[in-house]
Nanobody, 128 residues
Framework: QVQLQETGPGLVEPSQTLSLSCTVS??????????WSWIRQPPGKGLEWMGA???????YYSPSFESRTSISRDTSKNQFTLQLNSVTPEDTAVYYC????????????????????WGQGTQVTVSS
């Protein structure tokens, strides 16, 4: 069973860059046909798929986030990372990393059941 764990700051100031890492255990991020996503849930709203990196390093982004988001990976650490630039208070949310099949790429209204495994989520608050 693949397990994921998000790490990062709980508080970020407006206009700064949010950086979160997801460490994977029980499986490799380079295993064929695994897709590794970042999803967030703002308070009182549904899940938002932000982007993903594939088993071979390709990246996909939601149009809503593409201009200020970057996803990368460190295969030596079995980690993948989200960077979100120029954050505002509207970026306050619980951020999750998750893995799922190709069909999870670009989901407009993702649900927990769409993905095979999730991290526990990490609360990020954007405030001065």
């Amino acid at each position: 069973q693949v397990q994921l764990q998000e790490t990062g700051p709980g508080l970020v100031e407006p206009s700064q860059t949010l950086s979160l890492s997801c460490t994977v255990s029980g499986g490799s991020i380079t295993t064929n046909y695994y897709y590794w996503s970042w999803i967030r849930q703002p308070p009182g709203k549904g899940l938002e798929w932000m982007g993903a990196i594939t088993y071979n390093g390709e990246t996909y982004y939601s149009p809503s986030f593409e201009s200020r988001t970057s996803i990368s990976r460190d295969t030596s650490k079995n980690q993948f990372t989200l960077q979100l630039n120029s954050v505002t208070p509207e970026d306050t949310a619980v951020y999750y990393c998750a893995t799922g099949p190709r069909s999870t790429i670009g989901l407009v209204r993702p649900t927990f059941s769409d993905f095979a495994s999730w991290g526990q989520g990490t609360q990020v608050t954007v405030s001065s």
